[in-house]
């Protein structure tokens, strides 16, 4: 098979709690985001720790930011979209970071009520 007929592709799909109830900001360019961490956790490792994984993701498009917005810290949720870097300059020199770029979302779970301290 040569490399011309084998199709890339870039999807992600994840089922996590959410850290904190997401973000709104506003970009110089003047475009709406919507942002949230993700943890999701992981398999058994080998030392027998559990462990985590924190994703950055965003939502761009305005039914992916009004799903988001109903959401709180603790909530499960799963999302869909692709994995993208992006690159900005800083006043010393160019960054970048991973993040999920979300296509679709949904509420899976609701976070468990908080319990008062007496």
């Known amino acids: 098979m040569s490399t011309e007929t084998i199709e890339h592709r870039n999807e992600v799909l994840l089922v996590g709690r959410l850290s904190a109830a997401p973000e709104i900001r506003v970009l110089p360019s003047g475009d709406e985001i919507t942002t949230w961490r993700l943890v999701v956790a992981r398999d058994e490792v080998t ?21 988001a917005a109903s959401w709180d810290a603790g ?13 900005w300059k ?9 993040e999920i770029e979300v296509s679709r979302v949904r509420r899976v779970a609701r976070a468990a009520p908080r319990q008062r301290k007496p």
């Open 90 to 98: 800083t006043p010393a020199s160019l960054a970048s970071r991973c």
């Open 47 to 67: 030392d027998g720790r559990a462990g985590q994984d924190t994703l950055d993701c965003t939502a761009w498009t305005a039914r992916a930011r009004k799903s």
């Open 75 to 87: 909530d499960v949720v799963e999302v869909e979209g692709a994995l993208r870097r992006r690159f």
